[in-house]
């Protein structure tokens, strides 16, 4: 049993990761400020597990930034599993200091007090974003990074601090995965799969801008099956190392009939605008495969039909709300003047 501190634990990515931590034996501490919602905390308690699971379950409220919190996060841990970020492009180009500081300065901060505290063993998430948009045939780890954005930038960065930081006493891993698509109790409609097969069940109709240029992604069950393998795999597999994690590079015309599929009871219609954002992206994740011998447990298809089931029982009543969006959460920060207090 390995003892945890998942930052950003409550966003939409670790709020479907802490239960699967807790299920897998561990003993799990969350550090997040709650940004967007206590959804993933509220659904947590809510499971019938959780009498099990509170007795391996602590939650520290503060930011990544403050030094103080980040030491009580963590004390007596042997793991961290770093989600915690502005996460998205457009998010992340909204306040270029805030991104800044909380994804590269922070991380750190966050490596050095997590080796003083004596973890072991730190898996960073960070993004395939950070190869930009790109020509070449094979977007494998061996190229280098060519960040378009803040976000991308800063995740790229932070991706040098973590492979710095390791070696034989600290085992440090890079994650880069592609856009995650699938349910969590915080949810995301700013993902292009789940938005557009919560369009597709409301409006019964897709609308796909452009549609030509290729979008990877990956489904939440693998995110969080990977994340839960880091944390026991052999140090010499993953230390120093990055990974690629995304195994559907489809057109984003292709995602959209994915979902029609799924949802061809619905008599979903698909239409297709013009756009000026010819961007294409897509990975190989073949590194992830051959090295480490992982096993995709899920795709796009599966995770539409479990995030139709959750929608279908009204969890989420509005699908709009800046909740759920983190650029529309972060506009509505700045101009309610929030921004200048979380960036100084
Ligand atoms: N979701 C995706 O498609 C995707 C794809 C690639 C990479 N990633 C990366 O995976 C990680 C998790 O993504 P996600 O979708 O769950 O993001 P999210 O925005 O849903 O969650 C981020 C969490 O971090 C917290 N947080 C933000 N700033 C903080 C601070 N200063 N101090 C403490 N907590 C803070 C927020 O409250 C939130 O709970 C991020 O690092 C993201 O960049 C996500």
């Known amino acids: 049993m390995s003892k945890i501190l998942v930052t950003g634990g409550f966003g939409y990515v670790g709020s479907r990761l802490v239960p699967h931590l807790l299920s897998l034996g561990h003993d799990v501490r969350v550090l997040d400020l709650m940004l967007y919602t206590e959804a993933g905390f509220e659904a947590l308690k809510a499971d019938p597990k959780w009498p099990e699971w509170e007795k391996r379950f602590s939650l520290v409220r503060g930011d990544l930034r403050d030094a103080g919190k980040v030491r009580e996060a963590l004390a007596g841990r042997d793991t961290v599993i770093h989600l915690a970020a502005i996460s998205n492009d457009p998010t992340g180009d909204i306040d270029e200091v805030l991104t800044r ?9 966050l490596l050095a007090l997590a080796k003083e505290a004596g973890v072991k ?15 070449e045939s094979e977007i494998n780890e061996r190229l280098e990074p060519e960040p378009l954005t803040y976000y991308s930038k800063y995740k790229a960065l932070s991706e040098w601090l973590v492979l710095s930081a390791s070696g034989p006493e600290f ?10 698509c699938g349910y969590s109790p915080r949810q995301r409609f700013d993902l292009t799969v789940n938005k557009l097969t919560a369009d597709a069940l409301r409006k019964k109709v897709i609308t796909v801008h452009g549609g030509q240029q290729r979008r990877p992604n990956v489904g939440m069950t693998d995110m969080i099956n990977l994340y839960g393998i880091l944390v026991v795999a052999p140090v010499e597999k993953i230390n120093g ?38 961007r294409d992206y897509h990975i190989s994740s073949d590194r992830i495969l051959n090295d480490l011998g992982y096993k995709p447990v899920s795709s796009i298809k599966q995770e539409v039909a479990h995030l139709r089931k959750v929608l279908e029982s009204g969890q989420f009543p509005d699908i709009d709300a800046s909740e759920h969006y983190n ?13 200048a207090y979380l960036a100084r």
Do not use: Y
Not at 171 to 180: F, G, H, I, L
Not at 327 to 339: Q, Y
């Open 327 to 339: 650029m529309k959460f972060m506009e509505v920060g700045r101009d309610a003047g929030c921004l």
């Open 171 to 180: 085992c440090a891993v890079n994650v880069r995965p592609a856009t995650v």
């Open 241 to 278: 190392r990055t990974f690629n994690f995304g195994f559907e590079n489809h057109k984003v015309i292709d995602i959209a009939k994915i979902i029609q599929s799924e949802l061809s009871d619905l008599s979903v219609k698909i239409e297709v605008t013009d756009t000026a954002d010819h």
């Open 101 to 109: 500081q909380v994804n590269f300065d922070a991380v750190g901060m």
């Open 121 to 135: 063993r730190f898996i960073n998430a960070s993004s395939s974003s950070v190869f930009g948009a790109r020509t």
